[in-house]
């Protein structure tokens, strides 16, 4: 049978600001189930579970059930689905949390980061916290994601070191963001100078991509030089 939402286990406030990351629109196993109707052989469960997606998706504190399907779901691909939702409307929602939610959520994609296995899960999740990079970064809020790109760098596992370099080449995609990385250009430098050599081929491939993303981004033509 189709999943279909439950009632919220908690409303939103006012305007349709969430309250908090236990905000919950559907519960965990129906998110779970309808998430998985996208993965079926089944060209009608799967038109049922867009439609349904598509209304959720308008909620804010839907965000927080996808998070917690993220974080939670022994399924890659259910992850990696959570992911790419996240992306599609959290910077449009962003501005509907409360500072106390902003950082949960913060705080959660990175230690997500850490987490995860599964390489496509953790390009996706790079992904969302680029967005809302987007929007943080020009604020002046998130000036800890400079040191968690600058630790993942210098971490002794390699996906980590990947990591990295994948949250530098999105970052670098969005003007606004570079412009606010210019103080940290000189030291970034040298991160993407010693990724460029690192032993590990993912590694390397991500840095490089990382360099391309520099050079389109750079202002003039002395910050565009690795």
């Known amino acids: 049978a189709n999943a279909q939402p439950r009632a919220a286990s908690r409303t939103t406030r006012a305007g349709g600001r969430p309250r908090g990351m236990d905000t919950s629109l559907i519960g965990a196993p129906d ?5 998985g109707q996208l993965l079926v052989n089944n060209s009608q469960q799967i038109r049922d579970a867009e439609a349904a997606l598509k209304r959720l998706l308008a909620e804010p504190a839907f965000q ?8 939670d779901s022994a399924n890659v691909q259910v992850r990696q689905l959570a992911a790419v939702l996240m992306r599609r409307r959290v910077g449009a929602h962003w501005s509907k949390f409360q500072p ?17 296995h599964e390489k496509s899960v953790r390009r996706c999740t ?12 020009p604020k002046g809020e998130w000036q800890e994601l400079y040191g968690y790109v600058v630790q993942c760098a210098q ?7 990947e990591v990295a370099m994948q949250l530098l080449a999105s970052l670098l995609e969005h003007e606004e963001v570079f412009e606010c990385l210019q ?12 990724a460029l050599g690192d032993a590990e081929a993912a590694v390397s491939l991500s840095a490089l991509r990382a360099t391309g993303a520099w050079t389109q981004a750079a202002f003039n033509e002395d910050d565009a030089k690795l």
Do not use: T
């Open 155 to 161: 971490d002794a596992r390699s996906q980590q070191r």
């Open 126 to 137: 790079a992904d969302v916290v680029c967005v809302i990079a987007k929007h943080a970064l």
């Open 100 to 116: 106390g939610v902003q950082n949960q959520f913060k705080a959660c994609l990175l230690h997500q980061l850490e987490l995860e």
């Open 64 to 71: 927080c059930d996808l998070l917690h399907r993220l974080r």
């Open 183 to 194: 103080p940290h250009l000189e030291y970034l430098r040298g991160l993407l100078q010693r």
């Open 31 to 35: 998110l779970e189930a309808l998430l």
